[in-house]
């Protein structure tokens, strides 16, 4: 199949290697399209916009509806599987869909947005138990036979002025360990919270994560003690200003407006592991929807050697319109993330040739 054709590239050529230093490529140098896969749909329960993206261990993607209150499973083709999902309050009920994830014994955990629970489907998506956390979880990851949760543990005066631990690794229901402290507060960091978030990718019992407008990576390991730091920002990497509280109240004030404040700044929006390599999603804030929701608009991609943390890559543009779904053994690859219909290229890293 030619790269032309399906992402508006140029065709692939062979690699030499991984480079010595970080290089600037194009996504043709960098990756080849190993297939195209189009979602199938019930056109009596159509997706509203792509969410959260799950490769399976055995095969087969698991997908959170953006929008809507639905999780949908997919065959390796695309073809759509099983769908569940209802909107409320009440058990097995979601508001909106955060995050899926895909446990040990193949069931399907939903975090669902506002819920102080995790939401276990059995395979085929039927309603299967559900699990009490301390808090809302904003993100859920399979970390070996356990799960990996982000959520803002510790009371009011804590989240505000303090550091607490963002990772806990969870054994339904018991918490395990808590690491990775805030690296700023709210107090200390005025919006920053609001407008980025911390990615995080697992591989094997190696965690990575940093704040969206902050490097380093943080490497933890299985026991979340902190092993180690890499990461530097690409060339064109814009870092956010320390903002002031009170100041999007009177923008005005500092010369700016809310689009424009919005389109001053670069983040990192996705970490992805793909093999021996970890792939970093930067972003931006599309000016033109400066009210929450926020959009995020992808643009370039950076890979690392998970292992030796050295940066291979920077600034692999994306095409537009398109955005990282996630990783495991391809980076997946979204082409036009607004519209149906869903086609999504598995992009093979031509390193690992």
């Known amino acids: 199949m030619a790269i032309q054709a399906v992402l508006l590239l140029g065709a692939c050529g062979e690699a030499d290697g991984p480079p010595s230093a970080a290089i600037v490529a194009s996504l043709e140098e960098v990756f ?3 297939a195209v896969i189009q979602l199938g749909e019930d056109p009596a329960d159509s997706i509203a916009e792509i969410g959260d993206f799950v490769e399976r261990r055995a095969g087969g993607y698991v997908i959170g509806d953006l929008h809507l209150p639905r999780v949908r499973t997919y065959d390796e083709e695309g073809r759509l599987e099983a769908a569940f999902g209802r909107f409320g309050d009440a058990p097995f009920e979601f508001q909106r869909i955060r995050a899926v994830a895909e446990a040990p014994s193949g069931r399907i955990v939903v975090a669902g947005s506002r819920s102080f629970h995790l939401t276990y489907l059995t395979r085929a998506l039927a309603p299967d138990t559900m699990v009490a956390l301390p808090t809302a979880a904003m993100d859920v990851l399979a970390l070996g036979s356990d799960l990996l949760v982000r959520m803002n543990t510790g009371d009011p005066e804590e989240r505000r002025f303090g550091h607490p631990p963002l990772l806990h690794r969870v054994i339904p229901p018991e918490l395990v360990w808590s690491s990775y402290e805030l690296p700023f507060s709210p107090f200390e960091r005025p919006y920053w919270g609001s407008l980025s978030n911390f990615p995080i ?12 407008v902050w490097y380093p990576i943080t490497v933890l390991d299985g026991a979340g003690e902190t092993v180690g730091t890499f990461g530097t920002p ?17 923008l005005g004030s500092y010369g700016t407006t809310l ?10 929006h996705r970490m992805d592991a793909v093999g021996r390599h970890l792939i970093l999603t930067q972003a931006r804030h599309n000016p ?7 959009e995020i608009v992808h643009t370039s991609l950076e890979v690392y050697d998970r292992h030796s943390g050295v940066k291979l890559y920077e600034d692999v543009p994306l095409p537009e319109g398109s955005r990282v779904l996630g990783g495991g053994r391809f980076l997946y ?3 036009d993330e607004h519209f149906p219909p869903w086609r999504i290229a598995k992009l093979r890293l031509l390193t690992d040739e």
């Open 234 to 250: 690409s060339a064109s990497f814009r870092p956010i200003e320390v903002l002031e509280s009170g100041m999007l109240a009177d």
């Open 333 to 335: 690859l979204l082409l």
């Open 288 to 294: 033109e929807r400066a009210m929450p929701p926020f």
């Open 32 to 34: 080849a399209v190993e």
């Open 201 to 212: 990718a697992v591989c094997g019992d190696s965690i990575f994560v940093m704040s969206g």
């Open 259 to 268: 689009p424009g404040l919005l389109a001053s700044f670069d983040i990192i």
